[in-house]
């Protein structure tokens, strides 16, 4: 694996691999690459059969991938404790995660995608906030498990929180949100010594009010009924899209 | 443009690609769709599309696709 230090290079690098039946999961966008780039957070693996991207995170690594041609061997291990999310909808059987398999990937989680439709006029703006974001990300990593929640880097927190897209009941809730041509909420976290008090329900209400005039997405564990239960109390549905999340990370690591 | 909607629609069955003007901003595709695309365009009109161009203003509708390919012949 190479660290990424030339975003020209690497895009050509990537366009050399839409090929008709290439299989790939979440295309980064040029703005991400760049950031990965100037962080010094972002490995390369190219072979004949495709090309492997990984993300650097404290306690794994996340891997987008473009596979052209299964049957050419990637040459190159990759490092244990890579993370994979494989996309999955009826449109697009995916032979993608067969492959990882033979790689020694195992599924730990299974995502299903909800959507909301367009509300009509915001009835509320979004505020920055100058809440702490230690306590957050304290509460933040108490409730995901790091490989699979896509939690913010302390520095993309303190950017959503000064942009108003992290919506706080003090340090015991928060609704943290992408805010684009599509809303999405990346993470909803309540501590369970408030649990039951509706606090979930009402920080999703208050994110609806927020970006009422665009469509808005959400991914949640399939089998996570409370949470279920709360997005579609407001107004989501599942809209076909599921993910399977993949890990070579061996069990004992934690 | 008659090639690329066959193609968008083998891409995507059951939209309406003729005349539908915001793909990604109803989610009727998405960016996983965007690189079946792309490498379908890119192997039918002999167009070379970079990470660049994947925006939504260039997927949000058959035309701007076009228009997108057109520039980059």
Request: contains cysteine.
């Amino acid at each position: 694996m190479q660290t990424v230090r030339d975003y020209a290079a690497l895009s050509a690098q990537i366009s050399r691999q839409f090929r008709p039946g290439v299989l790939a999961n979440r295309t980064l966008g040029a703005e991400e690459l760049r950031q990965e780039i100037a962080r010094g957070t972002l490995l390369a693996h190219a072979w004949e059969g495709g090309l492997f991207l990984l993300r650097r995170r404290p306690t794994h690594f996340i891997l987008h991938y473009y596979l052209t041609d299964l049957s050419a061997q990637p040459g190159q291990a990759l490092p244990p404790d890579t993370v994979v999310e494989l996309p999955l909808h009826p449109r697009r059987p995916d032979k993608a995660a067969d492959y990882f398999a033979s790689l020694g990937f195992s599924g730990i989680l299974r995502r299903v995608r909800l959507a909301r439709p367009v509300l009509g006029v915001p009835e509320e703006e979004a505020h920055g906030t100058d809440v702490s974001p230690e306590p957050l990300l304290q509460l933040l990593h108490a409730q995901f498990d790091a490989r699979t929640g896509c939690l913010p880097l302390p520095d993309e927190l303190v950017d959503d929180l000064s942009a108003g897209r992290v919506l706080t009941h003090g340090t015991d809730a928060l609704l943290r949100f992408s805010f684009d041509r599509t809303a999405e909420i990346r993470q909803l976290a309540v501590s369970p010594a408030l649990r039951g008090q509706g606090l979930a329900r009402s920080l999703v209400a208050r994110f609806n009010r927020i970006t009422a005039d665009r469509r808005a997405l959400v991914w949640t564990g399939a089998e996570n009924q409370a949470a279920l239960h709360v997005y579609q109390a407001e107004g989501f549905a599942p809209d076909g899209w599921q993910s399977l999340v993949m890990t070579n990370q061996q069990e004992n690591h934690g | 443009m008659e090639k690329l909607i066959q193609i968008l629609t083998e891409c995507c069955p059951g939209i309406d690609f003729a005349n539908e003007t915001a793909l990604i901003d109803d989610g009727l595709i998405e960016s996983l769709d965007i690189v079946t695309i792309v490498s379908e365009l890119m192997d039918a009109f002999g167009v070379d599309i970079t990470v660049d161009d994947l925006t939504p203003e260039n997927f949000n509708s058959a035309e701007s696709m076009w228009d997108m390919i057109q520039r980059l012949k």
